[in-house]
């Protein structure tokens, strides 16, 4: 039994009009560049696609490599091996590994050398770091005759 000054308990459901009824909380829907509706699912209104939660996985890294006064690009996956790297670049110069130094630019801006797996690795979450989220990252290396 409640006594006359007694607070009846509040709702999360309860809203400030004198009528009582309840309110809706807003719903997150997925953004239309990610959403694939067919005319059935639109009809019955449900919805298929992904939700856009959070920084997309790294698809793509961009590459820019200089090398005496030639600049030229590349792009490559994150899972691209540390071999198949080495070859491409060295392709892109018409020259052999012998003697090819790299030097990538960190998150910081400084330029780390670029030796071995280990190193790559570091080159490829620099490019992540940079990517902000996104799909695509870049990467710049300087290549040098040693």
Known sequence: MRGRNQ???TSMYSSASSAGGMRRRPTRRPTMAK????????EEGYESGEWDEGPM????????????DDVRGMALTPDMLWE??????????????D???MKFKD???????????MDYELAIET??????????????IWCTDE
Do not use: C, Q
Request: glycine letters at 10%; a positive charge; zero cysteines.
């Open 84 to 97: 198949e790297f080495l070859e491409r670049v060295t392709s892109k110069f018409n020259r052999s590994l």
């Open 127 to 140: 490019a992540r770091e940079s990517a902000k989220g996104k799909a695509e990252g870049r990467l710049e």
């Open 99 to 101: 003697g090819l130094g």
């Open 57 to 68: 996985e790294l698809m793509k890294i961009r590459v820019k490599l200089h090398y005496n």
């Open 7 to 9: 607070v009846p308990p």
């Open 35 to 42: 959403r694939a509706v067919s005319t059935y699912e639109e």
């Open 107 to 117: 998150e910081d801006g400084g330029k780390v050398s670029l030796r071995d797996e």
